[in-house]
């Protein structure tokens, strides 16, 4: 089945530790998303990629770093500079013309904070 | 910049009947793209429909569809024969066809949908 795969489900993370979500689709779409979505609120881009080896900042970059080194994976790295990283994180992924195609989103990350 | 608006932080419905969900957004251009998605306790992020803002013919989808009023910028959504696996929140969401633009969906921050037996 084609589909979006994120892991882990639950992630924790320790004051001052860089953690990476792991973002993988094989539906060969070209563009592909990272979102924080904070409880009561609607989803914010954090970064996306229309191409590999490509990507762009989103709305609440700071903080985060991402690699689209094959077209397939789109990992996200929480570094330490992140001082608020408690957050439900979405993956998506659209093909072709990334401005005019629907997203389709993942299951989902859930990071907490130790 | 463009943003979404919607009002309802929580709705009811029955089983069976039907209930509409409101969202407007506001923007300056006149090519865009709206959607509804709906978020089940899952927490996953699903496409319940999508709306071309060139077309003025209403979009449907089984017992989903929307009222978009382009003018008042307005594009509610409607859900005819409730289902007990409706309930959710459900996140309108807006993207400008413009290639120079970021490609971020908008979103409005949702709206809980509680179905009763």
């Known amino acids: 089945d084609g589909g979006i795969t994120q892991s882990p489900k639950y992630l924790f993370r320790k004051e001052g530790q860089n953690v990476t979500l792991s973002c993988e689709q094989n539906?060969?779409?070209?563009?592909m998303y990272w979102y924080r979505q904070d409880p009561g609120q609607g989803l914010r881009l954090i970064y996306y990629?229309?191409?590999?080896?490509?990507?762009q900042k989103g709305d609440i970059a700071e903080g985060y770093s991402v690699s689209r080194e094959k077209k397939e994976s789109f990992p996200l790295t929480v570094t330490s500079a992140q001082k608020n990283p408690t957050a439900f994180y979405l993956c998506?992924?659209?093909?072709?013309?990334?401005?005019?195609?629907?997203?389709?989103f993942g299951p989902g990350t859930r990071l907490l904070v130790l | 910049a463009q943003t979404v608006t919607q009002s309802q932080p929580e709705m009811s419905v029955q089983e069976a009947e039907t209930v509409t969900l409101s969202c407007t957004y506001d923007t300056s251009e006149s090519d865009y793209y709206l959607f509804w998605y709906k978020q089940p306790p899952s927490r996953q992020m699903i496409l319940v429909i999508r709306q071309e803002a060139y077309k003025q013919q209403n979009a449907t989808e089984n017992r989903f569809s929307v009222n978009f009023q382009k003018a008042a910028k307005s594009f509610s959504l409607k859900i005819s024969d409730s289902q007990l696996g409706d309930a959710a929140m459900y996140f309108c969401a807006y993207l400008m066809n413009y290639g120079g633009s970021q490609g971020n969906l908008i979103f409005g921050k949702g709206t809980k949908l509680s179905v009763k037996p």
């Open positions: 539906l060969n779409h070209d563009a």
């Open positions: 990629s229309q191409i590999v080896n490509d990507f």
């Open positions: 998506a992924s659209s093909k072709g013309r990334w401005y005019q195609e629907t997203q389709y």
